[in-house]
Each structure stands twice: as C-alpha cells, then as structure tokens.
C-alpha cells in the first residue's frame, strides 16, 4: 500500500498483491487504487482496466509538466464521482 496523493479533496491509495509466480513466465500482479473523496465522504476501488486507464492519464499529467492540484483534483474527481461506498470511520 502506497499513498500516492493526498489533497484537501482527495486520497489516493495504490495496492499492489503480489500473486505466485507462475510456472510458464514471471510473477504476476494484482492491485489497483483506492480514491477517497473528503468531501462527498464516499471511496471507490479500481482494478483492471480501469486502473490501467487513471495511471495512464496520470502520466500523462505529469509528462505535460508539473500539474497543480487544482489539475491534479479535476482528473482525480472523474472516477471519484464513480464512488458509491460511503467512508466509515472507526
């Protein structure tokens, strides 16, 4: 588990589970990311192609340049919209 960002709006939490190495080839991944939005106080997890296409834009962010927060957040906000799971605290 990596914090990757941490915003007044927004964290970003990157998993990465390690499955055993498979016979034919090199060891495989799983993980994906978790998006907490501060604000609407909801998180969403993201797998697969999903995942893939948030690391994706990502980088491109921050191949363009050094994007701000406010940049940052906008793009964040376009799959955290996408959380239905309220955040409990214990």
Known sequence: MHMLYNSDSFIVVQ?????????????????????????????IFIEGALAESFSQGVQALIEDGQPSEDELDAFIEQYAVMGQQPVVMH
């Open 15 to 43: 998993f990465e589970v390690p499955l055993a190495e498979a016979d034919t080839g090199p060891q495989l991944n799983r993980g994906g990311f978790e998006i907490v939005d501060k604000f609407a106080r909801k998180e």
